[in-house]
């Protein structure tokens, strides 16, 4: 938290190549999800079956599906649907899991306990075992997945949050606070939360990413984002079965996965390398020779 | 440490339990009559009872779910209203599909995750390094059904080395069983190894700054031996959280691996049970998946414990 309120935060963030190009590729996609609102080069719902399974060309830039709807588009809009589906999911599991992690870590004993079996217990269920729960009861669809992929993060990040802050609670500085007269709650917020946060962003932007990822998984197997809605994992379901006619269909969808992961994985990597200098130092210092 | 190996049993005990209730609330009671979730609104009234009778749903929750449970443990899951065959028949039959490719995809994950990670610690700021740094980087990134789609165009469109999927059953040969396995074993684990490595990459550049190594490398430890028997072994606790959280993904994985590669395993059979409103079979393989998470964990606590013997102290 203190590495934010940095005056130079911003100029030292922009001199990591790392923060730089998540930063690119990770704001290319938002950018590509909020022109869909707006442009897309055709209709990404419209149906043109004499133009089926065209390669690119300069009227269809990643050419057309099995049903002649242009590719470029269909990526434009499935961007918009996983980045949705990844914020709402990440962000559910980062407010719960955080200060249940927390809570957890500044009360011990049978709060501990209770938050932490809760967490095993919520393990038990991976976000595709709780979405084949969900699609067999409500069926299947984007909402859905949204559920599936939270409720999973949950755990995640009170494990997560748990283990660093108990790390942080150990400290002399934490006891000096403590002998000082602070409460736990004050202590968590002034000296805890600061010293774990780095480890949290590092594991949202990890978990941001895995939810695109999950997302996608979700939707190439029917669970999530329905037709005619276009979704990254939905259209190479559907390219799989033109692997030997059209092998390009399968390319554009898993790049554009892999550019949004790889875009958000960097920008958490760059972010960790500004908020936790110890690191940094680390790769100063290397191996004692 | 007896003390702290009956807590985790008891917890893993519990956990079991607790999933079991889940998975029975979720699946038995919350839709409503599973009846008519399997037969649809405009069922005829007469297979209605006819199934609701078969179903045992004229019984209380109460009696059904421990009845269900009490089934399970004594291998009576229940018999499929699709195949009309005992689920456990079906999901023996397909986990001798499913534990062999995570068994292959975790082997291979660790192996090539301690390696990496251990090199590019090792290696700091140097060529190796920044190679398995790029690696992870694209791994971390690759969805695994995405590279699973690019293995078959790669080897089985273009190369012709590998069939595009299927299994031909242990009852073929072991090694016809497990090159069909081999590139859905790849597909898993490259994913779960550019995560593993990066772990273990940082572990190790964590352990590597602390006073004992430097102690160790004092008293004229070689660079070698202090690896060995102090960097790796306290290096490794993170490194087996992290593969307990990670066997939750492969599992996942692996549920959606089996349908890129057709592969008759417990992933196939659920979206099959799914499709076919089948949930008898879909409460059952729920479970079974959920309790492979739970053990796992359990496992993962257990070597916790055997790697930093604090723990268990501590607990006891």
């Known amino acids: ?289 | 440490m007896s003390v702290f190996l009956a807590k985790r049993f008891a917890i893993f005990v519990a956990t079991l339990l607790g999933a079991s209730v889940v998975v029975f609330l979720a699946l038995e009671i919350l839709p409503g009559d599973p009846a008519y979730a399997i037969l649809g609104a405009d069922a005829e009234p007469s297979a209605y009872e006819a199934l609701h009778r078969e179903l045992g749903l004229d019984r209380p929750a109460v009696d059904r779910y421990l009845g269900w449970l009490g089934g399970i443990l004594t291998g009576d899951f229940g018999v499929s209203y699709t195949y009309s065959v005992p689920v456990f028949e079906l999901v023996v039959e397909r986990l001798a599909l499913t534990v062999p490719l995570a068994v292959l995809a975790m082997a291979l994950t660790v192996v090539a995750a301690i390696g990496l990670g251990l090199h590019a610690a090792t290696h700091h700021n140097k060529i190796g390094d920044w190679g398995v740094m790029a690696f992870s980087q694209l791994g971390i990134a690759l969805p695994n059904f995405w590279f699973g789609i690019l293995l078959i165009l790669f080897f089985s469109v273009y190369l012709g080395w590998f069939s595009s999927g299927g299994f031909p059953g242990w009852g073929a040969g072991t090694w016809p069983a497990l090159k069909s396995l081999l590139l859905p074993a790849i597909a898993l684990a490259t994913v779960q190894t550019a995560i593993l490595a990066r772990v273990m990459r940082s572990s190790v550049l964590e352990t590597i700054r602390e006073d004992y190594v430097r102690t160790a490398r004092a008293k004229g430890l070689t660079r070698r031996a202090t690896l060995w028997r102090h960097v790796l072994r306290n290096a490794l606790i993170p490194v087996v959280t992290v593969m307990g959280l990670q066997f939750a993904n492969l599992l996942a994985g692996t549920i959606v691996i089996e349908n890129v590669f057709f592969l008759p395993g417990l992933g196939r059979l659920v979206f099959q049970a799914i499709a076919n409103r089948d949930l008898v079979v879909v409460k059952d393989v729920v479970l079974i998946l959920a309790a492979m998470v739970v053990v796992v964990n359990f496992i993962v606590d257990l070597a916790y414990a055997a790697i930093d013997p604090r723990l268990g102290a501590r607990d006891a």
Do not use: C
């Open chain 1, 1 to 289: 938290m203190n590495a934010f309120r940095q005056p130079n935060f911003l100029a030292l963030a922009l001199r990591r190549g790392n923060f730089l190009l998540g930063g690119v590729l990770a704001g290319l996609v938002a950018l590509l999800a909020l022109v869909s609102l707006a442009w897309t080069p055709h209709s990404a719902y419209e149906l043109d079956i004499a133009n089926k399974l065209n390669p690119p060309s300069p009227t269809h830039w990643l050419g057309t599906d099995h049903f002649g709807r242009d590719v470029a588009s269909m990526i434009m809009v499935g961007a918009r649907n996983s980045l949705l589906v990844g914020f709402v999911a990440v962000g559910t599991g980062l407010a719960v899991g955080v200060f249940l992690g927390l809570w957890a870590s500044a009360r011990r004993g049978w709060v501990e306990e209770l938050i932490m079996r809760f967490s095993d217990f919520a393990f038990a269920f991976p976000a595709i075992l709780s979405a084949i729960m969900i699609t067999a009861i409500l069926g299947p669809g984007a909402v859905n997945s949204i559920l599936a992929i939270g409720i999973f993060n949950v755990p995640v990040f009170a494990r997560v949050t748990r283990g660093s802050a108990n790390a942080i609670w150990a400290r002399e500085f934490v006891l000096a606070a403590r002998a000082a007269g602070k409460g736990h709650a004050r202590i968590t917020l002034e000296h805890v939360l600061p010293n774990i946060l780095g480890v949290v962003v590092v594991q949202a932007t990890i978990f941001f990413a895995i939810a695109i990822l999950a997302e996608a998984a979700l939707s190439y197997l029917g669970l999530g984002t329905q037709p005619p809605h276009p979704s990254w994992g939905r259209m190479l379901n559907e390219a799989q079965t033109f692997l030997h006619l059209s092998p390009h269909l399968v390319l554009f969808p898993g790049l554009a996965v892999v550019i949004s992961v790889l875009g958000f994985n960097m920008l958490g990597d760059g972010l960790r390398d500004l908020l936790d200098p110890r690191l940094s130092r680390t790769r100063l210092a290397g191996y004692p020779r």
